[in-house]
């Protein structure tokens, strides 16, 4: 098992994670599942652990379209009706919207409970899970809602990854090169030459959660070098609001690949350089079409990390290296 010390949790990855963390420090249990995970994760996590047998199960509806404030009043209500109190755990077993909306309902009921992190999907395990950021979507802006708060631990447990299809795994990939590319010239390379069948998944994984470890230690409230985890999400995030408005939600990974490509595009690196990363996404990756700029501008002009009436965006200056606050007008894109 491999342990990467976070501001003041653990991230810990491997087959003897679920046993690292103490449950017998609460008084009540909760397991926050959406159907897909109470199907095929929950039954793991009960093997591995029998002594969550009497938690409460809190289930909602699988996808981003159901990131929002009813779904937190539905947690919420079933907390209230059991009479969880404020020594209570809520575990979130999921992927990024579990994790992120679970984390937000235990963050702001009664003003705070305790909550861990057990990713079930490769982008939740290499990104989601790590770094405290939770919230929920609201009126069509995703994570328009939200806040900054840490796990108790966070527990990386790779068989679930051997519940997912292609698509999901290919999800989670596309933060990883993310990673790789902001930060890990190296790892780059490595992917480039990896076939993803024979993918050692717990190591990939350990590096692509210390490279996001590594740039939160340095700036946890995203005031300075945290925005370089932003590469790929400003167009990311505007073309999944365009999906999921349109009612065809698509995977996150999906919105950022399209993203990375796009902003990859805007960057001040090679022409060769933007080639390599525009091949490499399109020839490994079946993508959804790429709106244009038209149908995505308001999503831009409502991204919440706009300065100054413009779009901010991280992008690379080169392959394994991230500037920051790089101010573009609608009309300049």
Known sequence: MKIIRSDNYDVCIGEKSLVHFNFSDYSTLAILVDENTKKHCLPLLLVQLPALSNS???????????KNLSSCSLIWEEL?????????????????VI????????????????????????????????????????????????????????????????????????????????????????????LKETSFS??????VIARSVQLKNKIILDDPFEKTTRKQLNFGHTFGHA???????????????EAVFLGVILE???????????????????????????????????????DKKNQSKKINFSLLSEIGNCSIDNLFSIDEL
């Open 264 to 302: 990859s595009e805007l960057s001040n690196i090679t022409r060769q350089e933007k080639s390599e990363i525009k091949n490499f996404i399109l020839s490994n990756f079946a993508l959804p079409h790429c709106p244009s700029k038209s149908e995505i501008a308001k999503y831009l002009t409502n």
């Open 56 to 66: 409460l199960i809190i289930e909602i509806q699988s996808g981003e379209e159901n």
């Open 198 to 203: 024979d993918v050692d998944w717990e190591d």
């Open 80 to 96: 209230s009706k059991h009479n969880f109190d404020r020594n209570s755990l809520l575990i979130n077993l999921g992927g990024g």
């Open 239 to 253: 073309i999944e609001s365009y999906y999921l408005e349109k009612g065809t939600p698509i995977l996150h990974g």
């Open 99 to 190: 994790g992120d909306m679970g984390g937000f309902a235990a963050s702001t009921y009664k003003r705070g409970i305790d909550f861990i992190q057990i990713p079930t999907t490769l982008l939740s395990m290499a990104d989601a899970s790590v770094g405290g950021k939770l919230g929920i979507d609201f009126n069509g802006l995703k994570n328009q809602v939200g806040l900054f708060k840490n796990p108790k631990s966070v527990l990386i447990y790779p068989e679930f990854l051997e519940t997912l299809g292609e698509n999901q795994l290919n999800s989670g990939l596309a933060e990883i090169v993310k990673h790789a590319l902001i930060a890990d010239a190296n790892l780059w390379n490595k």
